[in-house]
């Protein structure tokens, strides 16, 4: 089983930056593809990124390819998303979550998630 806590959000201007985390703590991170989703107000979750099982590839939607980039860093257990040139249609809960399968945009296909960190680009 794995834990993950995820931080970083916050209010920001449009077309700023931000960071989010996502530490996974009980099982060995590399053992797990990663997923970063989000979810509106009144809006379905969905994705926003991933990162292989080891980090090998990563994965993007189609309105967040080239603002986002996603990495990981296995010695810390952590997973980053870098978010730059943040647009209001941003502003959501963003999660991230584990699988032991093989990576998915289905959030079906995740077996832990984190508890959200709040992201609000402001016009």
């Known amino acids: 089983q794995v834990q993950l806590v995820e931080s970083g959000g916050g209010l920001v201007q449009a077309g700023s930056s931000l960071r989010l985390s996502c530490v996974a703590s009980?099982?060995?991170?590399?053992?797990?593809?990663m997923g970063w989703f989000r979810q509106a107000p009144g809006k379905e979750r969905e994705f926003v990124g991933g990162i292989s099982r080891g980090g090998g590839s990563t994965y993007y939607a189609d309105s967040v390819k080239v603002r986002f980039t996603i990495s990981g860093d296995n010695a810390k257990n952590t997973v980053y998303l870098q978010m730059n040139s943040l647009k209001p249609e941003d502003t959501a809960v963003y999660y991230c979550?584990?699988?032991?399968?093989?990576?998915?945009?289905?959030?079906?296909?995740?077996?832990?998630w984190g508890q959200g960190t709040q992201v609000t680009v402001s016009s």
């Open positions: 979550a584990a699988t032991t399968s093989t990576f998915s945009i289905n959030p079906a296909a995740y077996d832990y």
């Open positions: 009980g099982r060995t991170f590399s053992r797990y593809a």
